[in-house]
């Protein structure tokens, strides 16, 4: 049996042991915020609001002077964040009164961020701000979780909206994010931005800028939601939502034929922009070239191979079983 002295240094040196690894697992967790925090201070949203606020001090002097209202009606000053409205992200809204500007977009958990009301603070400082909120880690893990929906909101304000003689804002707008995952890749591609502004006179939304591709006619769908008069937030989703659905099945058919190439059942791939027109080699041999409409092939050009020609036609998603048996037998 083991003495006490043995087991007196047994329990030091365990409780050495677990001292140390409580250590390891302190620095992980601050590694990890530190990582999430750096990401969230290099997204492009991010960096494009902060060279804002450094050309235009008085429109970061305008939204922090909001915060101060937010700031004096939350009595609560605990470290934990508070229970997130499931409008966190999708309904967001400016509203006026008063002269000045109450930013309702935003979560109370996360208002305090932008308390610092000196118009003086550098993006540096602002950034190390985020970086040493408590709660900061907790409210990038629920957006994240939003935006693997793929349809997310983001407030914005042009500077040109903005009336310095009374301090508050002509027009609202709206930021619309699209992010459609590749599953060949397994992430996110490139996101699509779609930015709404307010029609003053009908009370209602306009397309004002956008990165969707020139092949999709965002006007076109903009004018079927309701023939183009879109006041609520319930009609802005179901825009974004026809969007994201187009340029979902525009990923998809990428996916498809990409995938072709991958498995080697095609070669010299050629697709264009539009994802209309395909051509490729078949064996190394046959080149053929399909137009796409939808999810269908429903054109073929095989220079004067019929056979091949009405086997490729149908459901883009079978290619790969017809080029499969095609190239078996």
């Known amino acids: 049996m083991q003495s006490v002295e043995e087991l007196e240094q047994d329990i030091e040196s365990l409780t050495?042991?677990?001292?140390?690894?409580?250590?390891?697992?302190?620095?992980?967790?601050?590694?990890?915020?530190?990582?999430?925090?750096?990401?969230?201070?290099?997204?492009?949203?991010?960096?494009?609001f902060e060279s804002v606020f450094t050309k235009?001090?008085?429109?970061?002097e305008v939204l922090a002077r909001e915060n101060q209202i937010v700031d004096s009606n939350d009595n609560?000053?605990?470290?934990?964040?508070?229970?997130?409205?499931?409008?966190?992200?999708?309904?967001?809204?400016?509203?006026?009164?008063?002269?000045?500007?109450?930013?309702?977009?935003?979560?109370?958990?996360?208002?305090?961020?932008?308390?610092?009301?000196?118009?003086?603070?550098?993006?540096?400082?602002?950034?190390?701000?985020?970086?040493?909120?408590?709660?900061?880690?907790?409210?990038?893990?629920?957006?994240?979780a939003y935006?693997?929906?793929?349809?997310?909101?983001?407030p914005l304000v042009d500077p040109s909206d903005i009336n310095f003689q009374r301090n508050d804002i002509n027009r609202k707008m709206l930021g619309i994010r699209l992010e459609v995952f590749n599953e060949g890749l397994r992430q996110f591609e490139k996101p699509h931005y779609i930015l709404l502004k307010q029609n003053l006179k009908l009370n209602s939304w306009s397309l004002f800028k956008h990165t969707i591709p020139a092949f999709i006619d965002l006007e076109s769908i903009f004018q079927k939601i309701d023939n183009g008069i879109i006041t609520t937030y319930d009609q802005v989703y179901l825009f974004a939502k026809q969007v994201y659905i187009q340029l979902?099945?525009?990923?998809?058919?990428?996916?498809?034929?990409?995938?072709?190439?991958?498995?080697?059942l095609i070669s010299n791939l050629e697709i264009d922009?539009?994802?209309?027109?395909?051509?490729?080699?078949?064996?190394?041999?046959?080149?053929?070239?399909?137009?796409?409409?939808?999810?269908?092939?429903?054109?073929?050009?095989?220079?004067?191979?019929?056979?091949?020609?009405?086997?490729?036609?149908?459901p883009v998603k079978e290619l790969k079983l017809k080029l499969g048996r095609l190239l078996a037998s």
């Open 16 to 48: 050495r042991e677990i001292t140390s690894l409580c250590q390891k697992r302190d620095e992980l967790k601050a590694q990890k915020f530190e990582k999430e925090c750096s990401e969230l201070s290099n997204h492009p949203v991010v960096k494009e």
């Open 56 to 60: 235009f001090p008085k429109l970061y």
């Open 76 to 144: 609560d000053t605990s470290d934990e964040p508070s229970t997130v409205d499931s409008s966190f992200v999708k309904r967001r809204k400016l509203e006026f009164s008063d002269g000045s500007v109450q930013n309702k977009m935003f979560d109370k958990s996360i208002a305090d961020l932008l308390g610092d009301t000196s118009s003086s603070t550098s993006p540096g400082k602002r950034r190390s701000k985020l970086q040493n909120f408590k709660g900061l880690e907790s409210q990038v893990s629920i957006e994240n």
């Open 147 to 154: 935006r693997l929906f793929g349809i997310t909101f983001f």
């Open 248 to 264: 979902l099945c525009v990923s998809q058919r990428v996916q498809i034929i990409e995938e072709l190439q991958d498995i080697r």
């Open 273 to 314: 922009l539009q994802i209309a027109a395909v051509s490729f080699d078949i064996q190394g041999m046959k080149r053929v070239r399909l137009f796409l409409q939808d999810d269908q092939v429903i054109s073929c050009d095989t220079f004067d191979d019929d056979e091949l020609k009405m086997l490729l036609l149908g």
